[in-house]
């Protein structure tokens, strides 16, 4: 017993540790989801190919936000607006400048890196409630930025605008839906990949410390304003491609659907699929898309609610969300290899 | 003399850590005890698990009625003033306020004002500065500060941690003679974990050694300060 | 000149609406150290509850006071059952739950009372404010309660033991139990006064945004703008940040052209986020002190 322990400062942290192993799958769990993801189109109807999709890119969107929350420890309640940028971008080049869907995704995504870089520059002098304050803030403003009188000749006003979806190259035989589903795929699983070996390099190591200890981390020679920023910028950037896949896919756009409650959605997805657990995007993704669904088809206007209650479920019963069944899973799987 | 507070095979932990491993030990009524040990063998703890702010398994009673389960602001409640590592000092409110909050779970309003006077008596220097906010004043000041406001309470048993930390020499000196003031007028018993043995011996007329979470060794103040291992290990002579 | 003072009246009675929602917003910050991201929420269900008497025909003032007692109570409640588990907590749970508190809220009035606009009455009037077009009886009145509503929490907080220990239980929990308060009563004690002035404001704001279970979420961010402006520490701050917000709103509104109603959120944000860049600790509170 020392007396260090006896004077541990109480405060309770920003975000829970999670190791950095803890962050990802084995290979060969990988390789069976990856399996799934590549087969079960092939036996399904549209609506389902395109509700697929929507899972992808929602978990796209969670997992940018994994990122840079499970990653550096910074909150945002604003995902909804770089996704509205980077939904808007791609509609915006698409319609007006006849530009490829697939170039747009690029594009989108370095422009939502600027502007996360931007946002996380005021961002640096917050943390914790003032941050989460700030992101708040940005979300419900970002409709009326899109709705502007300014830029209606560009983003259609309140009526948004219409994409056209693509068809499939080079002659192949799919529907659009099934297209557009594996363009998703293979994006999302390039982001993933990326995502994963960033966690794991330097920079990933930086953001680890910081959301661990700031202070300790800059004594450490972290450049912490520079890695914050960087990880606003990343998670920006990542949630921008999500929104261009997002508009590419709905085929439309509009103010209105990238309010407040998308930003909530996400981080709700997030909390679900446990912070810091990067597979555990898609189920949270799966959670935010499918129980809306179940429960207005019970009664309209029930969604919230229920949302609502099971999040409080998740925080009480299961703080880390699903990666806390996969690790039950993972040890019972562990006992049972033994006997 | 009749044993105000009565410990027995106390166990206490930080976690999975075990801080302290089956402490024993009885305070008289109206002495002045110390505990002495070595960084980290406990004595905080001790404190702490006193006043239930620190899980711990064992018996505690106090009167006779036992202070296991019970909350930290009830068993103050009962006459138990902790001034805790750090003095505790309420940084952002005035001296005055930090006074009245002492006497928080008081209901005689005449009696907490005399009180105050009466607090200012001791400490003239808190009455200068009664407005001021209490994180401006200086160490000592605010060391001061935290034993009037534990006084406030009306005390009948008052746990002190490290009251000499991080003061000058004479400040320490003149704090424990009011501490010895108030062990003999106010009748106040006293439990004073100290790093400063030496001072502590003098003042006191019990002490209790603590090595690893275990008393190691009890008895007047005198009889220990002469034993020879003390002496070495704590006197440094 | 004319017009300049009389963007300022008018900016003084629409600032009237976000000091009300402030003083709730600091309150609950005072007690918990947290931002309510549901208090608009509350302060929305609280009106719904005074609209449901008086459509049953309870008198406007009875059900006033009806309300305020059924907010604080429920407040209390919200913070036994729901938040008490969470006081040790990260922050990310602590603000996945008041994000879960705003759905379940929000839905839940949307279920019950429909998600149309409703009328809701003001005991002021709405007839000029001393022969002024610029200022109603009603606004004036916002302005007469806000006030009133400062000057008793400012009485409470300083010369009454019950706010001395409520500040103290807020700024060292550790030590205000060390002086025997009851520091999680301490906490809920806030939550129930936040929801009783939530409910307040949510009374007076209702006459003038319309009564439906979205009208809190722009008056939220705006109360949240005006409490940060005038430090997330100071009840006396926030008023004063609510009505410069007002002013600011109306001012810019007037002399920026282009920057018409569309722009009220976004010059929100751009007030919040330049006054947490600037001066974190708002006009009037504390500076923040980050502990290592």
Same mark, same amino acid.
């Not at chain 1, 020679?221 to 999500?242: E, H, M, N, P």
């Not at chain 1, 995007?281 to 429960?295: D, E, L, Q, Y």
């Given at each position: 017993?020392?007396?260090?322990? %006896?004077?541990?400062?109480?405060?309770?942290?920003?975000?829970?540790? =999670?190791?950095?192993?803890?962050?990802?799958?084995?290979?060969?769990?990988?390789?069976?989801?990856?399996?799934?993801?590549?087969?079960?189109?092939?036996?399904?109807?549209?609506?389902?190919?395109?509700?697929?999709?929507?899972?992808?890119?929602?978990?796209?969107?969670?997992?940018?936000?994994?990122?840079?929350?499970?990653?550096?420890?910074?909150?945002?309640?604003?995902?909804?607006?770089?996704?509205?940028?980077?939904?808007?971008?791609?509609?915006?080049?698409? %319609?007006?400048?006849?530009?490829?869907?697939?170039?747009?995704?690029?594009?989108?995504?370095?422009?939502?890196?600027?502007?996360?870089?931007?946002?996380?520059?005021?961002?640096?002098?917050?943390?914790?409630?003032?941050?989460?304050?700030?992101?708040?803030?940005?979300?419900?403003?970002?409709?009326?930025?899109?709705?502007?009188?300014?830029?209606?000749?560009?983003?259609?006003?309140?009526?948004?605008?219409?994409?056209?979806?693509?068809?499939?190259?080079?002659?192949?035989?799919?529907?659009?839906?099934?297209?557009?589903?594996?363009?998703?795929?293979?994006?999302?699983?390039?982001?993933?990949?990326?995502?994963?070996?960033?966690?794991?390099?330097?920079?990933?190591?930086?953001?680890?410390?910081?959301?661990?200890?700031?202070?300790?981390?800059?004594?450490?020679?972290?450049?912490?304003?520079?890695?914050?920023?960087?990880?606003?910028?990343?998670?920006?950037?990542?949630?921008?491609?999500?929104?261009?896949?997002?508009?590419?896919?709905?085929?439309?756009?509009?103010?209105?659907?990238?309010?407040?409650?998308?930003?909530?959605?996400?981080?709700?997805?997030?909390?679900?699929?446990?912070?810091?657990?990067?597979?555990?995007?898609?189920?949270?993704?799966?959670?935010?898309?499918?129980?809306?669904?179940?429960?207005?088809?019970?009664?309209?206007?029930?969604?919230?609610?229920?949302?609502?209650?099971?999040?409080?479920?998740?925080?009480?019963?299961?703080?880390?969300?699903?990666?806390?069944?996969?690790?039950?899973? $993972?040890?019972?799987?562990?006992?049972?290899?033994?006997? | 003399?009749?044993?105000?507070?009565?410990?027995?095979?106390?166990?206490?932990?930080?976690?999975?850590?075990?801080?302290?491993?089956?402490?024993?030990?009885?305070?008289?009524?109206?002495?002045?005890?110390?505990?002495?040990?070595?960084?980290?063998?406990?004595?905080?703890?001790?404190?702490?698990?006193?006043?239930?702010?620190?899980?711990?398994?064992?018996?505690?009673?106090?009167?006779?009625?036992?202070?296991?389960?019970?909350?930290?602001?009830?068993?103050?409640?009962?006459?138990?003033? $902790?001034?805790?590592?750090?003095?505790?000092?309420?940084?952002?409110?005035?001296?005055?306020?930090?006074?009245?909050?002492?006497?928080?779970?008081?209901?005689?309003?005449?009696?907490?004002?005399?009180?105050?006077?009466?607090?200012?008596?001791?400490?003239?220097?808190?009455?200068?500065?009664?407005?001021?906010?209490?994180?401006?004043?200086?160490?000592?000041?605010?060391?001061?500060?935290?034993?009037?406001?534990?006084?406030?309470?009306?005390?009948?048993?008052?746990?002190?941690?490290?009251?000499?930390?991080?003061?000058?020499?004479?400040? =320490?000196?003149?704090?424990?003679?009011?501490?010895?003031?108030?062990?003999?007028?106010?009748?106040?018993?006293?439990?004073?974990?100290?790093?400063?043995?030496?001072?502590?011996?003098?003042?006191?007329?019990?002490?209790?050694?603590?090595?690893?979470?275990?008393?190691?060794?009890?008895?007047?103040?005198?009889?220990?300060?002469?034993?020879?291992?003390?002496?070495?290990?704590?006197?440094?002579? | 000149?004319?017009?300049?003072?009389?963007?300022?009246?008018?900016?003084?009675?629409?600032?009237?609406?976000?000091?009300?929602?402030?003083?709730?917003?600091?309150?609950?910050?005072?007690?918990?150290? $947290?931002?309510?991201?549901?208090?608009?929420?509350?302060?929305?269900?609280?009106?719904?509850?005074?609209?449901?008497?008086?459509?049953?025909?309870?008198?406007?003032?009875?059900?006033?006071?009806?309300?305020?007692?059924?907010?604080?109570?429920?407040?209390?409640?919200?913070?036994?059952?729901?938040?008490?588990?969470?006081?040790?907590?990260?922050?990310?749970?602590?603000?996945?739950?008041?994000?879960?508190?705003?759905?379940?809220?929000?839905?839940?009035?949307?279920?019950?009372?429909?998600?149309?606009?409703?009328?809701?009455?003001?005991?002021?009037?709405?007839?000029?404010?001393?022969?002024?077009?610029?200022?109603?009886? $009603?606004?004036?009145?916002?302005?007469?309660?806000?006030?009133?509503?400062?000057?008793?929490?400012?009485?409470?907080?300083?010369?009454?033991?019950?706010?001395?220990?409520?500040?103290?239980?807020?700024?060292?929990?550790?030590?205000?139990?060390?002086?025997?308060?009851?520091?999680?009563?301490?906490?809920?004690?806030?939550?129930?006064?936040?929801?009783?002035?939530?409910?307040?404001?949510?009374?007076?704001?209702?006459?003038?945004?319309?009564?439906?279970?979205?009208?809190?979420?722009?008056?939220?961010?705006?109360?949240?703008?005006?409490?940060?402006?005038?430090?997330?520490?100071?009840?006396?701050?926030?008023?004063?940040?609510?009505?410069?917000?007002?002013?600011?709103?109306?001012?810019?509104?007037?002399?920026?052209?282009?920057?018409?109603?569309?722009?009220?959120?976004?010059?929100?944000?751009?007030?919040?986020?330049?006054?947490?860049?600037?001066?974190?600790?708002?006009?009037?509170?504390?500076?923040?002190?980050?502990?290592?």
């Amino acid at each position: 017993m020392s007396a260090a322990i %006896e004077d541990v400062v109480t405060e309770a942290p920003a975000v829970e540790a =999670v190791p950095k192993r803890a962050m990802t799958l084995g290979s060969g769990t990988s390789l069976v989801v990856v399996l799934l993801l590549l087969v079960v189109p092939l036996l399904v109807k549209n609506f389902i190919i395109f509700q697929m999709t929507m899972l992808l890119i929602y978990g796209l969107a969670v997992l940018a936000l994994n990122i840079l929350t499970g990653g550096s420890g910074q909150f945002s309640l604003g995902q909804s607006a770089f996704y509205a940028i980077g939904a808007y971008t791609s509609a915006i080049l698409m %319609e007006h400048f006849d530009v490829n869907y697939a170039l747009t995704l690029p594009i989108a995504g370095v422009l939502c890196f600027g502007a996360g870089f931007l946002f996380g520059q005021p961002a640096l002098r917050l943390s914790g409630v003032y941050l989460a304050l700030a992101t708040f803030a940005l979300a419900t403003a970002m409709p009326q930025l899109l709705k502007l009188g300014y830029f209606e000749k560009w983003t259609g006003g309140v009526q948004g605008l219409v994409v056209t979806k693509p068809d499939a190259p080079f002659g192949l035989p799919m529907s659009q839906d099934m297209w557009l589903y594996y363009f998703t795929l293979v994006v999302t699983i390039a982001i993933y990949v990326f995502s994963v070996n960033l966690l794991r390099s330097r920079s990933g190591r930086a953001f680890m410390a910081i959301r661990d200890n700031e202070i300790a981390a800059s004594a450490m020679g972290v450049d912490v304003a520079l890695y914050k920023t960087l990880a606003f910028g990343v998670s920006a950037g990542i949630t921008g491609v999500a929104g261009g896949l997002g508009a590419i896919t709905v085929q439309f756009v509009a103010p209105d659907s990238y309010t407040i409650t998308l930003a909530i959605s996400l981080f709700l997805g997030m909390v679900v699929g446990g912070v810091g657990w990067l597979p555990g995007s898609i189920i949270g993704s799966a959670f935010i898309i499918f129980v809306p669904n179940i429960a207005e088809g019970i009664s309209k206007g029930l969604s919230g609610a229920v949302f609502g209650v099971l999040l409080f479920l998740v925080i009480y019963l299961v703080p880390h969300g699903a990666r806390q069944f996969a690790m039950v899973a $993972h040890n019972l799987i562990g006992k049972v290899r033994r006997n | 003399m009749t044993a105000m507070l009565n410990i027995k095979d106390l166990r206490s932990y930080y976690g999975q850590v075990q801080a302290l491993h089956g402490l024993s030990f009885a305070l008289n009524e109206g002495s002045l005890t110390t505990l002495l040990g070595a960084n980290g063998a406990g004595k905080t703890t001790t404190l702490r698990a006193i006043c239930n702010m620190v899980r711990s398994t064992g018996a505690i009673e106090f009167d006779g009625s036992s202070l296991m389960g019970r909350s930290t602001e009830s068993i103050v409640r009962l006459g138990i003033a $902790h001034v805790p590592q750090g003095r505790g000092t309420f940084t952002s409110l005035t001296v005055e306020e930090n006074l009245q909050l002492g006497a928080i779970s008081r209901r005689d309003r005449a009696g907490i004002i005399a009180d105050i006077e009466r607090m200012y008596g001791y400490f003239p220097v808190l009455k200068e500065r009664y407005t001021q906010q209490a994180g401006t004043l200086s160490g000592g000041e605010q060391q001061m500060l935290a034993v009037a406001r534990a006084l406030m309470l009306k005390p009948r048993l008052m746990l002190l941690d490290e009251p000499s930390f991080g003061l000058a020499p004479l400040i =320490v000196r003149d704090l424990f003679k009011i501490l010895g003031r108030i062990n003999r007028e106010e009748k106040v018993t006293i439990l004073v974990v100290e790093q400063n043995a030496q001072l502590a011996l003098e003042l006191a007329d019990q002490a209790h050694v603590i090595e690893t979470g275990r008393i190691v060794m009890s008895g007047g103040a005198k009889e220990i300060a002469n034993n020879e291992d003390v002496r070495k290990s704590y006197l440094g002579y | 000149m004319e017009l300049f003072t009389n963007q300022i009246l008018a900016g003084i009675s629409t600032g009237a609406i976000y000091a009300c929602m402030a003083l709730a917003v600091v309150m609950i910050y005072q007690a918990i150290d $947290h931002l309510n991201f549901a208090q608009g929420e509350m302060a929305m269900f609280s009106t719904f509850i005074s609209w449901q008497m008086m459509q049953w025909g309870v008198p406007y003032w009875l059900a006033f006071v009806l309300t305020l007692i059924f907010s604080f109570i429920a407040g209390i409640a919200i913070e036994r059952v729901l938040f008490k588990p969470l006081a040790k907590a990260p922050i990310l749970t602590n603000v996945a739950g008041f994000i879960a508190l705003y759905s379940i809220i929000n839905s839940c009035a949307g279920l019950i009372w429909d998600f149309t606009i409703k009328q809701y009455p003001t005991p002021f009037g709405s007839a000029p404010f001393l022969g002024s077009q610029l200022i109603s009886t $009603h606004q004036a009145g916002m302005i007469g309660i806000t006030l009133l509503m400062l000057l008793g929490l400012f009485f409470f907080f300083q010369y009454t033991r019950m706010g001395l220990a409520m500040r103290a239980a807020a700024a060292m929990p550790e030590s205000a139990r060390l002086v025997g308060i009851n520091t999680s009563w301490m906490i809920a004690l806030g939550w129930g006064m936040a929801a009783a002035i939530g409910s307040v404001a949510g009374m007076m704001i209702a006459p003038v945004v319309f009564l439906e279970p979205n009208m809190m979420l722009g008056v939220l961010i705006y109360g949240f703008a005006a409490a940060v402006l005038g430090g997330l520490t100071s009840p006396f701050g926030a008023v004063v940040g609510g009505f410069l917000v007002g002013i600011f709103e109306n001012l810019v509104g007037t002399y920026i052209p282009g920057v018409g109603n569309e722009l009220k959120l976004p010059i929100a944000l751009a007030l919040i986020i330049t006054v947490l860049v600037i001066k974190p600790a708002g006009l009037f509170g504390r500076p923040i002190v980050k502990r290592v």
